[in-house]
């Protein structure tokens, strides 16, 4: 079946440690995303990819780093520098042909600091 | 920055009932518009897309669009306690660079009392 894969589902971090969340989709889509959702709020964008080998800033990536080595894969690491990573964190990909904008979500990380 | 403009609610309507959710928008340039439902605790699930104005039926969920008026509108027919969920509009973001990525609203809660 074709779809987006994040683990783990749930993740504990300690303060200092820097985590990283894996995100893969086998949907041949060319971009993906990712998002942080805090309780009660909307989706922040924090990077974007939209092709392997790049990938942009969103409106809240102080304290998070990616990587796009392949077209299928998308990880984000949560450093020691975001001061309030409590979140649920959610992946995204969408075809980037066709003209159509369509992002689909994979089931998300529920990262709890300790 | 594009704005999208949702009631939080929490809207309540009785099972059997019409639920009627909107959306509003600051671009007038925005061509594709986006629902999605969220559980809580789950990841957001794109429920209809619609791209030209007028409206969209798929089941018992209609889209209607008015791009004079910027606004969008979910209608849900025959609202079942299982359509309890937040529901989240979605527009492109801006072109370029940018141009598969999607601005949400913060969502309107529904619930569908038995």
């Known amino acids: 079946d074709g779809g987006i894969t994040q683990s783990p589902k749930y993740l504990f971090r300690k303060e200092g440690q820097n985590v990283t969340l894996s995100c893969e989709q086998n949907?041949?889509?060319?971009?993906m995303y990712w998002y942080r959702q805090d309780p009660g709020q909307g989706l922040r964008l924090i990077y974007y990819?939209?092709?392997?080998?790049?990938?942009q800033k969103g409106d809240i990536a102080e304290g998070y780093s990616v990587s796009r080595e392949k077209k299928e894969s998308f990880p984000l690491t949560v450093t020691s520098a975001q001061k309030n990573p409590t979140a649920f964190y959610l992946c995204?990909?969408?075809?980037?042909?066709?003209?159509?904008?369509?992002?689909?979500f994979g089931p998300g990380t529920r990262l709890t600091v300790l | 920055q594009k704005e999208v403009e949702q009631n939080s609610g929490p809207l309540s309507v009785p099972e059997g009932a019409i639920a009627s959710l909107n959306c509003t928008y600051s671009d007038r340039g925005s061509q594709s518009f986006f629902w999605y439902r969220q559980y809580s605790g789950k990841s957001p699930e794109l429920i209809m897309s619609i791209y030209s104005n007028g409206d969209k039926e798929d089941g018992r969920f209609t889209a209607q669009l008015n791009k004079a008026s910027q606004y969008v509108s979910l209608l849900i027919r025959d609202s079942q306690p299982s359509d309890s969920a937040t529901y989240l509009c979605a527009v492109p973001g801006d072109s370029g660079a940018g141009s598969y990525q999607l601005t949400f609203g913060k969502g309107t809660k529904l619930s569908v009392i038995p």
């Open positions: 949907l041949n889509h060319d971009a």
């Open positions: 995204a990909s969408t075809k980037t042909s066709g003209g159509y904008n369509e992002q689909f």
């Open positions: 990819s939209q092709i392997v080998n790049d990938f």
